[in-house]
């Protein structure tokens, strides 16, 4: 595996793919593939910029002509897609990109790895796909898709057409769905860095509801050991769930946040609820466990604690995010 096709490098998940590869592995080229969004920032891997292993194409996954001549010459061995509009709340509020991005983007991107026989296609999804479960049980590989919002319904659709390739073409792909990131580089709308750089701020945190839905935590860095694992190991036409066995309501989170960064619990402010807001996710991850031998290795609460020190670091990176694009988006999110 020596050349390597990204999609949305400058994003969350990406960057930190793209560092953990070029660190980890000698004589690997990574090409990063990025519209640049909102969501995606050139600085997230800017120590990279001069680097003779790393390539940077300013460019969309939905355009056919760009993505065709990228992939043609560029003799990949894989590609990775991580590009997506990827927040549950934005997809509310219109869910348009999120068809055309996750669903059109993806087939493009598919059908020319496909056609220029790149040998193999991974698609980032996630544990979302699934739907919502109740008080008990897990998600697996072979749990039925019941998505619940705009963005979910998007990734769900993509695993189809990647599904689908798998089947109908036999070119080799292979969908991992994991639950959620936390970690370095996390755009501040999503809930642990919005909860963390608000309470530097001294500002109110939102929390959704009664605060009582449960995410299962990973941090980045085991979901791309995990990624890495899977290029190296997995099986085409495979479904890889990968977890943090980290189950946590959200309201505790937040009260751990307060406790780390000292501020009081009184700066929880209980907001309106989430449309179709999904009650609890939890991934069974026994089967990457025992097929690729693949572990999360961060607990939650140093995860978490070293996660804080990094935003605290990093003021500039996320109070320029802060204070942007994004500020008319929390705006309209919550009437302020
Ligand atoms: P992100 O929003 O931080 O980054 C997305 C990146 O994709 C950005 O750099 C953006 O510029 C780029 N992008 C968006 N549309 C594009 C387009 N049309 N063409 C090219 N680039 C485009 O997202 P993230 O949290 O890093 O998530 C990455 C992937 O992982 C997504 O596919 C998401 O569905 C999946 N995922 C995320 C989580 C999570 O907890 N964040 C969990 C499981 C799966
Ligand atoms: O499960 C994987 C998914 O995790 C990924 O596929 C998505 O790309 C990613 O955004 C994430 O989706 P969630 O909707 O679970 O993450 P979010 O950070 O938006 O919210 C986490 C929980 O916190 C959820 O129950 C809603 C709640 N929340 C969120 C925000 C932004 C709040 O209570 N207040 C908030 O302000």
């Known amino acids: 595996m020596k050349r390597i096709l990204v999609t949305g490098g400058c994003g969350f998940i990406g960057s930190n793919f793209v560092r953990m590869a070029l660190n980890k ?34 460019g969309d996954i939905r355009d056919g002509k760009l993505v065709s001549t990228l992939i043609k010459d560029g003799r990949f061995d894989l590609v990775v897609n991580f590009a997506a509009e990827s927040h549950v709340d934005r ?8 068809i055309s991005t996750n669903i059109a983007g993806t087939q493009t991107i598919l059908n020319a790895a496909m056609t220029f026989q790149v040998p ?17 049980g897990y998600f697996t590989e072979i749990t039925p898709l019941a998505p619940n919002s705009p963005y979910s319904a998007s990734k769900a659709s993509a695993d189809m057409l990647v599904r689908a390739y798998f089947h109908t073409y036999n070119y080799p792909t292979i969908i991992t769905r994991c639950s959620n990131n936390y970690g370095p580089y996390q755009f ?5 860095p919005l909860f963390v750089t608000n309470a530097l ?44 066995n980290c189950e946590r309501a959200n309201v505790d989170i937040a009260r751990e946040i307060l406790r780390l960064v000292g501020k009081p619990d009184s700066m929880i402010q209980f907001v309106k609820d989430r ?40 003021t500039a990176w996320w109070q320029e995010i802060k204070s942007g694009e994004y500020k008319n988006y929390y705006a309209k999110q919550y009437g302020k």
């Open 188 to 192: 501040p709308e999503k809930f642990i």
């Open 120 to 136: 193999l296609f991974m698609q980032v999804s996630t544990d979302e796909v699934y739907g919502s479960l109740g008080p008990d």
């Open 91 to 98: 997809s509310i509020l219109d869910p348009s990109d999120f």
């Open 275 to 314: 449309p179709g807001h999904d009650r609890r996710y939890a991934i069974d991850n026994a089967k990457i466990i025992k097929e690729l031998g693949c572990k999360p290795k961060w607990n939650f609460t140093d995860g978490l604690k070293s996660t804080i020190e990094w935003y605290k670091k990093n």
């Open 25 to 58: 592995i000698k004589g690997i080229h990574i090409t990063n593939l990025d519209a640049l969004t909102y969501a995606g920032n050139l600085k997230n891997l800017i120590d990279f910029k001069d680097s003779a292993n790393y390539a940077f194409v300013k």
């Open 201 to 244: 701020e001294n500002k109110p945190v939102p929390l959704y509801g009664d605060g009582k839905n449960v995410r299962d935590w990973i941090h980045v860095e085991d979901h791309c050991e995990a990624l890495w694992t899977v290029a190296e190991k997995g099986k085409p036409g495979e479904v890889y769930n990968i977890g943090g």
